[in-house]
C-alpha cells in the first residue's frame, strides 16, 4: 500500500515564527502536493511538484514555499506564520500528473496564536 | 462562477437510504471524474474514477458522469453509518494539470 507519511499530526506555532511542515511518501511516486482544507473553503491547492527541485505555485502559494531535494520528500514552509495560516494542512502524491488517483496522508493540524 | 459546484450539505439520512451526490462543473475539459471520501481526521481517499460519460459500479456506489449537462453524480445504496463522512468530487482534463476539487459534502447516516 502507499504510504503517505505526515511528520506532526498537530502542532502549536506562534505568529512570526518559521514552520516546517514534512511529507514523505513510499512509493516512488514522481508527483507530491501540498493542500490546505479549511471549512466552507474545501481543498486549495497551495504548490506541487513534479519531479526533484522542482515546483509549481497552486492557487494559494502566497506566504508559502516548497522544497524537494528528494523524490520521497515534498516539505511546506511557513517563513513568517500568521493566523489565517490556521488550518488543516494535507500532502498528497500520485504516479504522474495525469494521474486523477492522489495519495493523502492523515493530514496537519496547525494552529498559530 | 467557480470550476466545480458541490453543496456542502450537511446532508443526513436514515440507514438504508439511498443517498444521492451531486456536483455541476463549467469546464467542457474534464474528460476525469473522481470521487474521494474523507472520513474525520483523515486524509481523502479514492473512491471512484470515471472516464468522460456513462455509469460506473462498485458494490453499494454508483457514479454517474453526464458531460452533456455538466453533472456528475455519486449513488449510495443502502446506506450504513460506516459511510459517513464528507465526500469530495475531483476532475481533471486530459493535460497534466492538477485535479479540481469540488468543496465536499459531509454526509451522516443515523442508525
Known amino acids: 500500500d502507499v504510504k503517505v507519511t505526515q511528520s506532526s499530526r498537530y502542532l502549536v506555532k506562534r505568529t512570526g515564527e518559521k514552520v516546517f511542515l514534512e511529507c514523505v511518501q513510499d512509493?516512488?511516486?514522481?508527483?507530491m502536493f501540498w493542500y490546505r482544507q479549511d471549512p466552507g473553503l474545501g481543498l486549495r491547492l497551495i504548490y506541487f511538484?513534479?519531479?526533484?527541485?522542482?515546483?509549481e505555485k497552486g492557487d494559494i502559494p502566497e506566504g508559502y514555499s516548497v522544497s524537494r531535494e528528494k523524490k520521497e520528500r515534498f516539505s511546506l514552509i511557513l517563513e513568517s506564520a500568521s493566523t489565517n495560516q490556521t488550518s488543516m494542512y494535507l500532502c498528497?502524491?500520485?504516479?504522474?500528473?495525469?494521474?486523477?488517483?492522489?495519495?493523502f496522508g492523515e493530514g496537519s493540524r496547525l494552529t498559530v496564536l | 462562477q467557480k470550476e466545480v459546484e458541490q453543496d456542502p450539505g450537511p446532508l443526513s439520512v436514515p440507514e438504508g437510504a439511498i443517498v444521492s451526490l451531486n456536483c455541476t462543473y463549467s469546464n467542457s475539459a474534464f474528460q476525469y471524474f473522481m470521487w474521494y471520501r474523507q472520513y474525520s481526521r483523515k486524509g481523502p481517499e479514492l473512491l471512484m474514477y470515471t472516464y468522460s460519460s456513462g455509469n460506473k459500479e462498485d458494490g453499494r456506489f454508483t457514479a454517474q458522469v453526464d458531460k452533456s449537462s455538466k453533472y456528475i453524480s455519486l449513488f449510495i445504496r443502502d446506506s450504513q453509518p460506516s459511510d459517513s463522512a464528507t465526500y469530495l468530487c475531483?476532475?481533471?482534463?486530459?493535460?497534466?494539470?492538477?485535479?479540481?476539487f469540488g468543496k465536499g459534502t459531509r454526509l451522516s447516516v443515523i442508525a
Open positions: 498528497a502524491s500520485s504516479l504522474g500528473l495525469g494521474s486523477g488517483e492522489l495519495f
Open positions: 475531483a476532475m481533471k482534463n486530459s493535460g497534466n494539470t492538477p485535479l479540481v
Open positions: 511538484s513534479y519531479d526533484v527541485k522542482m515546483k
Open positions: 512509493m516512488d511516486h514522481e508527483n
